[in-house]
């Protein structure tokens, strides 16, 4: 697979003028739509986790016409649901410190300077309201004696700004805007549809005019027309088959959105979470993550000597090396994920990991224990050690927990401009589901925070500015006809195939295919060989997957069918931007491209771009390169030492 080179894109939507004042200045540009005018509007939005709950409650909180589309059977089932650790926000309740500046600086050192400055200052700014926001809805943040909310340290800071409620925040936050949501349908500003899954974009008449979704449960095609499609459809990590993401997690929505003209923005950025429970059998069809909140009170070691078999109790102080307060004293335990991934990979690659196949490292809690007392450590994390004993039989509290990194988040996702609409016009693409705000390395406890800026107040005043301008009038048959024809025509392919094997199987070859030549360590030829490969694996796909059933009535084989068709193609794509990256930065490292110690090294002459891929239906795909420009943070080699 190879590419060609496009013209330039640019940013238009970001103000000029000092960081601080640029989203109040978008803001008062911004044109307004007045009440009466607002009725008149439709939007669809298409996600219920956290962004896409929190902007359709929103929406139809300000009086537009809102149809909310979910696969799920209840929108509480979206996988925000699963976020443990917390939430970010440059309050300083801790007077540690922190301000929207460190705030906005840490993000941007710790996406290793590839994400946009403008982006990043607005996402500081806008967390200090979420925390309001969130409160004023009953989230049951954890709070200090005196009443006040708590909060802790996360990877990548050294000030404490995360915001939790116990290993529950995802949850506790998703239920706050599953409350907004709910009470905007039974208001009937919004029109809620479960259990339906997006296929295609409407395009007509240049602008993204609805979506069409097949109904899970009847299997009915269905066409759902608006002024403006709103994405938030979350990521796209379960390409590698095994990750921390729900199972039902797909890239379909924002895939053939970017086969529409959408580009897709730096594919192959995509987050390793350093602490998740290591795999245990060939068995396993998903992963679990246990919170990164546990590296403020769990210290890192493995072994010092490599085949060291003995359990953990039995290794004492002088024979233990805590690898990463020893290479990384100034944050110890609490380095980005990226870092203290790859630093459980070298450990582990040196034959000092630990458990079944030496794929672990130890996070032990006996010092916490010691000092905090079993009841405040209890206290904190009770429900993650709770989980943590029923998938593995080990008691965290007499026992160190065995981690080792797993594919997590996915920071690649639709290209938006400031105002967070893609290359198609009427078309916005919010949370996980877009590239913009975390570069090539997101901080902990940033993705809830991201979700419910662009939900609650990105969105609602940036979509205003382009519906100003509507209603956009009737949408053309022929555009309507041509989308269905395309989704009739690819499910109809799938059960026509009758093959021999399971489209899981073909998913969890190509999983393994992605994690070893694609995940944590990338090399040219490892991608290449993905390169060969995917395409020959995609080809068997198609003549001999099976897929039993029919189109009409509940068919979850066909519906995984499609999502794998589509993952072949996203991950092509992802190896290729990865391929053409020949620098190291954040969580694509190259093996070619690092320094003496073996931290990753930026090419900053020749890479300080967001990669925009754009789909040639005609060819190959074609690169677009935004150029990122940093005036507020000077660009220079990461370090946590």
């Not at 390793?272 to 679990?288: D, F, N, R």
């Not at 391929?579 to 093996?591: D, I, K, M, P, Q």
Request: glycine fraction near 12%.
């Amino acid at each position: 697979m190879n590419y060609t080179t496009g013209a330039p894109i640019r940013d238009t939507k970001a103000p000029d003028g000092p960081i601080e004042d640029r989203w109040d200045q978008r803001r008062f540009s911004a044109k307004l739509v007045n009440p009466a005018n607002k009725r008149k509007l439709n939007v669809i939005v298409v996600g219920t986790g956290l962004a896409g709950g929190s902007a359709a409650a929103t929406l139809g909180e300000l009086g537009y016409k809102v149809k909310s589309f979910c696969y799920q059977d209840s929108p509480r089932r979206a996988h925000s649901i699963a976020a443990q650790g917390g939430i970010n926000a440059a309050k300083n309740y801790r007077g540690d410190g922190d301000s929207i500046h460190r705030l906005f600086y840490d993000t941007v050192k710790g996406g290793d300077f590839r994400a946009r400055e403008s982006n990043v200052y607005r996402l500081a700014q806008v967390s200090v309201n979420i925390i309001d926001q969130a409160v004023a809805q009953g989230v049951p943040f954890a709070r200090e004696y005196g009443g006040l909310l708590d909060t802790r340290s996360f990877g990548g800071a050294q000030v404490s700004r995360t915001f939790y409620a116990r290993g529950q925040t995802g949850q506790q936050l998703l239920l706050g805007a599953y409350q907004a949501l709910e009470r905007q349908i039974a208001a009937g500003t919004v029109e809620m549809h479960t259990r339906h899954e997006m296929l295609d974009l409407v395009i007509s008449g240049g602008r993204a005019r609805g979506v069409i979704v097949r109904d899970l449960v009847t299997g009915e095609i269905e066409t759902h027309l608006a002024d403006a499609v709103v994405l938030a459809t979350g990521g796209y990590g379960n390409v590698f088959f095994l990750s921390t993401n729900a199972k039902g997690c797909n890239t379909t929505a924002i895939w053939r959105a970017h086969r529409r003209g959408a580009y897709f923005g730096n594919p192959c950025y995509t987050q390793i979470h350093p602490t998740c429970i290591p795999v245990s059998g060939e068995y396993q069809s998903k992963l679990t993550l246990m919170s990164e909140s546990l590296r403020n009170d769990g210290r890192v070691w493995v072994p010092v000597q490599a085949g060291d078999t003995r359990a953990p109790g039995d290794i004492p102080e002088a024979e233990r090396d805590y690898y990463l307060e020893r290479i990384y004293p100034a944050f110890g335990n609490l380095v980005p994920r990226d870092i203290a991934s790859r630093a459980a990979k070298n450990v582990c690659d040196e034959g000092r990991g630990v458990g079944p196949g030496g794929l672990g490292v130890y996070l032990d809690f006996a010092d916490a224990i010691a000092r905090l007392g079993k009841e405040a450590v209890e206290k904190k994390y009770g429900n993650l050690f709770e989980m943590y004993e029923r998938i593995t039989g080990e008691d965290p509290y007499t026992r160190p927990m065995r981690i080792y990194p797993a594919v997590h988040y996915t920071m690649g996702g639709l290209w938006v401009d400031y105002d967070l609409q893609s290359t198609i016009p009427g078309m916005f693409v919010i949370g996980e589901a877009n590239f913009s705000d975390h570069g090539a390395n997101r901080l902990g406890a940033s993705a809830l925070m991201q979700g419910l800026a662009d939900g609650y107040f990105v969105l609602p005043t940036t979509i205003g500015d382009y519906l100003a301008a509507g209603p956009f009038g009737e949408v053309a048959q022929e555009d309507v006809d041509e989308a269905v024809g395309q989704v009739t025509g690819k499910i109809g392919r799938l059960l026509a195939v009758g093959g021999t094997r399971t489209a899981d199987s073909y998913h969890r070859e190509l999983g393994k295919l992605m994690w070893d030549h694609c995940g944590m360590e990338r090399t040219e030829e490892g991608l290449r060989k993905a390169l060969e490969r995917i395409p020959e694996l995609r080809e068997e796909f198609w003549n001999n997957v099976k897929v039993p059933g029919e189109g009409e009535g509940l068919n979850q084989a066909l519906e995984r069918a499609g999502r794998v068709a589509d993952f072949f193609d996203l991950a092509e794509l992802m190896c290729l931007d990865a391929l053409h990256r020949t620098e190291s930065c954040g969580g694509h490292f190259r093996a070619e491209s690092q320094t003496e110690e073996g931290e990753a090294l930026r090419d900053d002459e020749h890479f300080a771009y967001v990669a925009a891929w754009e789909h040639n239906p005609d060819g190959d795909p074609v690169l677009h390169k935004e150029e990122l420009q940093y005036e507020y943070v000077k660009m220079s080699q990461r370090s946590y030492k």
